[in-house]
């Protein structure tokens, strides 16, 4: 499977940016996908998964209002619209997915990251 983001960039304090992950290769083998992000001096965490289907989905406290993840499975695509960021949302941002048979973390799939930069 890879990964591949899209659509970070610049933007100034409470704008708003969409990105998208798509997938190629065994997608029928991937379950959760998610969100992640690494500012720098800080570590990578986590900013939202969903589900296989789209049906659940959770959030990090530090998004919740303001992110929306989703999926799109004919597309092979999954989005993460943000609205009202901040500076503090500068980050690298990692597209992330679960394999169904995940044995360890080692066998998720990361995308190469796209940067998002938030000005004040």
């Known amino acids: 499977v890879q990964l591949v983001e899209s659509g970070g960039g610049l933007v100034q304090a409470g704008g708003s940016l969409r990105l998208s992950c798509a997938a190629s290769?065994?997608?029928?083998?991937?379950?959760?996908m998610g969100w992640y992000r690494q500012a720098p001096g800080k570590q990578r965490e986590l900013v939202a998964v969903i589900t296989s289907g789209g049906e659940s989905t959770n959030y990090a406290d530090s998004v919740k209002g303001r992110f929306t993840i989703s999926r799109d499975n004919a597309k092979n695509t999954m989005y993460l619209q943000m609205n009202s960021l901040k500076p503090e949302d500068t980050a690298v941002y990692y597209c992330?997915?679960?394999?169904?048979?995940?044995?360890?973390?080692?066998?998720?799939?990361w995308g190469q990251g796209t940067q998002v930069t938030v000005s004040s």
């Open positions: 992330n997915a679960v394999p169904r048979l995940r044995v360890g973390l080692s066998d998720d799939y």
């Open positions: 290769g065994s997608t029928f083998s991937i379950n959760t």
